[in-house]
């Protein structure tokens, strides 16, 4: 079993930044791949960002290239999310996700998720 908790949401205006943090527990976590998801209010769980176990290589969903980076601190037993110039449609529940030495590619059937953390960004 892996356990996460995910951290560093809150209320931000258009154009500012913040900070995701998702600290795991219970296994190897370099041994493990991470994504990052996002669900708004009346829409489907969508794909932000993934980074590979072990090494971190790191994709990201259209919507969010090149504005939002993804980190991994294989000694913290952390992965991050790095998100700047939010926009209002940024407005999410974020989760962070796991799965046994997984690629950092979309589209992975991740087997364990934190329980998210609410961002909202004001126009």
């Known amino acids: 079993q892996v356990q996460l908790v995910e951290s560093g949401g809150g209320l931000v205006q258009a154009g500012g930044s913040l900070r995701l943090s998702c600290a795991a527990s219970?296994?190897?976590?370099?041994?493990?791949?991470m994504g990052w998801f996002r669900q708004a209010p009346g829409k489907e769980r969508e794909f932000v960002a993934a980074i590979s176990w072990m090494v971190g290589s790191t994709s990201y969903a259209d919507s969010v290239k090149g504005r939002f980076t993804s980190s991994r601190n294989n000694a913290k037993n952390t992965v991050s999310l790095q998100m700047n110039s939010l926009k209002p449609e940024d407005t999410a529940v974020y989760y962070c996700?796991?799965?046994?030495?997984?690629?950092?590619?979309?589209?992975?059937?991740?087997?364990?998720w934190g329980q998210g953390t609410q961002v909202t960004v004001s126009s």
């Open positions: 219970g296994r190897t976590f370099s041994n493990y791949g």
């Open positions: 996700a796991a799965k046994y030495r997984a690629p950092g590619v979309p589209g992975v059937a991740y087997d364990y």
